[in-house]
């Protein structure tokens, strides 16, 4: 197997529409939006049962529901990123007039030097960016007391994010295809719960393949996304709940942005998501004795170190 | 003619040492200069930046912002992050900078040699001139974001016998597209510059269009040619720089960027690590064209700006 790595300019789903890949990793709203413009792709694996894409601000601004959004300036970075934050305001009644949209960087320095009051953030990745700064005022890290969350999950407009994307034309027809499909999806569970159940050791794996990240960082990062994963309610690690995924196409359908446009039209086709290969993936595993909900999974505790390190 | 076109390039003998150090030192002072600057704002520039009217004309000097220059350079000595083996800063930037110089040199080969065939064609058959040139000029308006993801793609179905298309290639690819197009245009230029008397001589000795190339075209096209070498090296640098990013290349100083980007916030001093191997790369790409330039002295008469 190879792993293709995306650049800023390359979208993963157009590598199998192009032939240069046979498996895609993205988040079930983008890929919509491109199903709907023609790439026939199926969602064959919900990996990320949960949505992590947060809105923090400080404590002193009381911004702790979509609600009292209004007023602030608010941080996204955009190209797909802002469909959950869009849908929240709109259910609470904040049109985008009432808030001054700011293009987030990469980094947090904008946040953190009050240019924008409530930034976008990932629970594995901007929000311990945060954690790992000094706060001027105390002379000591940031802590979660300092801030406030909106958590998209909680405010009802969460949509699925990571999942494992196939060709849908290659898996009407082709067995060959459709029982890699089945192997694909069985070793990355299988790598999923091996981070379940040692997330320092999955850690560590990534930072020896070359991740320049901080290692308290690496470490945090893999905690939060057990956390999106385990437990699993859908049945089981990877399975597409018809709740959630619906709830993903209405806010699709039904979310304007800055322009007025919705990622879609109307209804995407039954080939968009499938959980056939998944649940044969989930039984053979079961087989093999392995635990494919995590019931009983407890995230560790991670202490943050200054600059992630 | 003058005396200086009549002993040409001799008059460039290497400066005495005391000149060349002087010079060195200037350089060095320069560098410095820019360090003292950066303090000296840091230090009386007020923590918000200077702003006028709602608009901010220049940076806040908080350490988030604008580390010292001393906690720069001391984060290049310590390690890239905690793990026990981690490489320090410094060498990983190198590291870094010397692989983006390596796609970076394949591009600019590849963009002389093109950029080089496409001038002797267009020199050679004045239709080839109307046919390609503007072709060569709309080259350079299609923007890196919209080429970037089809070379790749068309990269990765290249495959014959035991070849296989690499990533790096299409970064190297890119690059030579931005370099080939300064060196085009110069050469053809170039290659255009010897007087109407000169090409008259040749022609009245009946000497050929190869020789007639060799013996006066080319060495009369050098002026121009070194600026567009110079140019296209910068090209091809920040060619490849941007390509990895956009395609997704692991292993290149642009990609590191972007990476350490990501510790923006906790560890700004890091940040900046790779930076200041962008700007090396640059340094390295320049020094090469002008050592080529010394090599090619004997026929620098007038050098114009391309």
């Known amino acids: 197997m190879t792993i293709n790595e995306a650049g800023t300019d390359t979208v993963p789903i157009d590598e199998i529409a192009a032939g240069s890949a046979d498996f895609a990793i993205s988040w079930v709203p983008k890929v919509l939006g491109s199903i709907e413009q023609g790439t026939n792709v199926t969602d064959v694996a919900q990996i990320f049962e949960r949505s992590a894409t947060t809105q923090i601000s400080m404590k002193d601004k009381s911004i702790t529901k979509a609600a009292d959004l209004k007023g602030h300036t608010v941080g996204s970075w955009g190209f797909g990123n802002e469909w959950e934050l869009f849908a929240g305001m709109q259910k609470a009644g904040v049109n985008l007039d009432d808030i001054t949209l700011v293009q987030q960087q990469f980094d947090m320095n904008a946040f953190l030097a009050g240019d924008i009051d409530a930034a976008q953030a990932m629970t594995y990745n901007e929000y311990a960016q945060v954690l790992e700064t000094m706060n001027p005022k105390t002379n000591k890290l940031y802590t979660p007391d300092d801030l406030n969350v909106i958590n998209w999950n909680d405010e009802g407009t969460a949509m699925l994010q990571d999942a494992i994307w196939a060709d849908a034309d290659r898996l009407a027809d082709d067995e060959d295809y459709q029982d890699t499909t089945v192997k694909f999806i069985k070793a990355s569970i299988k790598g999923w719960m091996y981070a379940r159940d040692n997330p320092q050791e999955a850690a560590d794996i990534v930072t020896a393949a070359g991740s320049t990240l901080g290692t308290s960082h690496q470490l945090w990062m893999t905690n939060e996304v057990n956390k999106l994963i385990w437990p699993s309610t859908s049945g089981g690690i990877g399975m597409i709940d018809t709740k959630a995924w619906d709830q993903t196409v209405k806010i699709a359908k039904g979310t304007k942005n800055e322009t007025g446009a919705t990622i879609i039209t109307d209804d995407p086709p039954k080939t968009a998501y499938s959980n056939e290969y998944v649940e044969k993936a989930l039984s053979e595993l079961k087989d093999d004795g392995e635990d494919v909900t995590g019931d009983g999974f407890t995230p560790i505790d991670v202490t943050l170190k200054e600059g992630g390190n | ?306």
């Open chain 2, 1 to 306: 003619m003058s005396a200086a076109g009549l002993v040409g390039g001799r008059l460039r003998r290497p400066a005495p040492s005391a000149t060349r150090w002087r010079r060195a030192g200037l350089g060095a002072l320069g560098v410095l200069l820019v360090a003292v600057v950066w303090e000296a704002y840091k230090a009386i520039g007020p923590d918000n930046g200077v702003v006028i009217g709602g608009l901010t004309v220049l940076p806040r000097t908080t350490d988030l912002a604008m580390p010292h220059v001393w906690d720069m350079f001391a984060r290049l000595g310590q390690p890239v992050n905690g793990t026990s083996n981690a490489a320090p800063v410094w060498q990983a930037v190198l590291e870094a900078a010397g692989f983006s110089l390596g796609v970076a040199g394949v591009g600019w080969l590849v963009g002389v040699a093109v950029g080089m065939g496409l001038a002797l064609l267009m020199q050679r058959f004045r239709t080839a001139e109307s046919a390609v040139l503007p072709w060569v000029v709309l080259s350079q308006t299609v923007p890196l974001i919209a080429i970037a993801p089809l070379v790749r793609r068309w990269g990765s179905q290249i495959q014959f016998g035991d070849f296989e298309w690499q990533n790096w290639m299409s970064v190297a690819v890119i690059a030579s597209y931005l370099a080939f197009f300064p060196v085009a245009i110069g050469a053809l230029r170039g290659l255009g510059a010897p007087d109407a008397i000169h090409t008259d001589l040749f022609r009245s000795y009946a000497v050929g269009w190869w020789v007639t190339l060799w013996r006066l075209r080319l060495p009369a096209a050098v002026p121009y040619l070194l600026p567009a070498l110079r140019l296209a090296a910068a090209n091809a640098v920040i060619g490849a720089v941007v390509a990895e990013v956009s395609i997704g290349l692991r292993g290149g100083i642009g990609r590191m960027i972007i990476e350490y980007a990501q510790s923006g916030s906790g560890d700004p001093a890091k940040t900046w690590a790779p930076i200041l191997g962008a700007v090396l790369l640059g340094l390295v790409a320049a020094g090469f064209v002008a050592l080529l330039g010394l090599l090619l002295g004997r026929f620098r008469r007038g050098e114009v700006p391309a």
